[in-house]
């Protein structure tokens, strides 16, 4: 059994936003487990978020760069918000973004043995980045796309999104209307973080275990078999409308989900639009922030 040390109830609290004591039971109850704790707590109706990823913390930028049909979302960490927002930092991510998208490496392994500039590679100019700010940095993660793209970067690089669409007639890709639909879808996936882009999309073992956790919380109402049952097929629809983006409420207009709004701006422009894909990196998502107690910081500075 896992230690149940007083951080290990913080962060699951951070997680669910239950109580402390509801929180140092549900690990009580699954040895300690924190992904068996949050079902837990679930199960028994005191937490219903549905997203598990840890506290975003760590510093750094996520970078949208497109050139004609090939796009790159990428993330590049730093240990402090003043290096990530230093002129050369953000110009040495976006020059890796445009290695991404003219190369199109596998993973990061792949672009790190990529030609950065002048025979130097990604990794020896990442290295050196270091050497000359003086902080660790990371080359994270990137997702890279060819075809009919939008990119959108909020909050000065903390999110990045890239869209892939697919379009009947591609001239329409260069029309105001066309070009400020896919920013709104852009920034709908900004704002409301779907985990998928259909119903379709949702692995098996997910919905299994969301059906799971649903019938115990019906059970656990005190409702019957056959009524728990029929309340499951009506909270998993309301999973695919939180969280699949085409089923999504419009953010800019909640009486239409995603699906009609992309079918509204097809007819207005005489052409099919399909939403093919989409990347959302949020900078340090699911990573820990190193914390220092600042007095102890300088105190060891002056040694």
Avoid: W
Wanted: proline residues 2%; aromatic residues 6%.
């Amino acid at each position: 059994m896992a230690a149940i040390t007083a951080q290990v109830v913080k962060e699951l609290r951070e997680k669910t936003g239950c109580g402390m004591m509801g929180c140092k039971k549900a690990l009580s109850a699954s040895d300690g487990d924190m992904e068996k704790a949050i079902e837990f707590l679930r199960e028994k109706g005191l937490a219903t978020a549905a997203k598990k990823a840890g506290r975003i913390a760590s510093e750094g930028i996520v970078t949208v760069v497109i050139d004609g049909k090939a796009g790159a979302v990428l993330e590049v960490n730093a240990e402090t918000d003043f290096v990530a927002k230093n002129a050369e930092f953000t110009d040495f991510v976006n020059n890796v973004a445009n290695v991404i998208v003219k190369e199109n490496p596998a993973d990061v392994d792949a672009l790190l043995a990529l030609d950065y500039e002048d025979g130097k590679s990604v990794d020896a100019a990442l290295k050196e980045k270091i050497a000359t700010i003086g902080e660790n940095m990371n080359i994270r993660r990137f997702v890279r796309y060819e075809g009919n793209l939008i990119g959108y970067v909020h909050g000065g690089g903390r999110i990045g999104v890239l869209v892939k669409f697919n379009v009947g007639d591609e001239a329409v890709c260069e029309k105001p209307e066309f070009v400020e639909y896919a920013k709104n879808v852009a920034m709908q996936i900004a704002a409301i973080n779907p985990l998928y882009l259909t119903s379709a999309d949702v692995p098996e073992e997910v919905l299994a275990k969301e059906k799971e956790i649903l019938t115990a919380q019906a059970i656990n109402e005190g409702k019957p078999a056959a009524i728990a049952e029929k309340m499951v097929a009506g909270r998993i629809k309301k999973y695919y409308k939180e969280f699949c983006l085409v089923d999504q409420e419009y953010v800019k207009n909640p009486d239409q989900d995603v699906k009609a709004y992309t079918a509204e701006v097809a007819k207005a422009l005489g052409t099919s639009i399909e939403i093919a894909a989409f990347t959302r990196l949020e900078k340090g998502e699911g990573l820990e922030k190193k914390e220092e107690n600042f007095a102890d910081e300088v105190a060891s500075m002056m040694k």
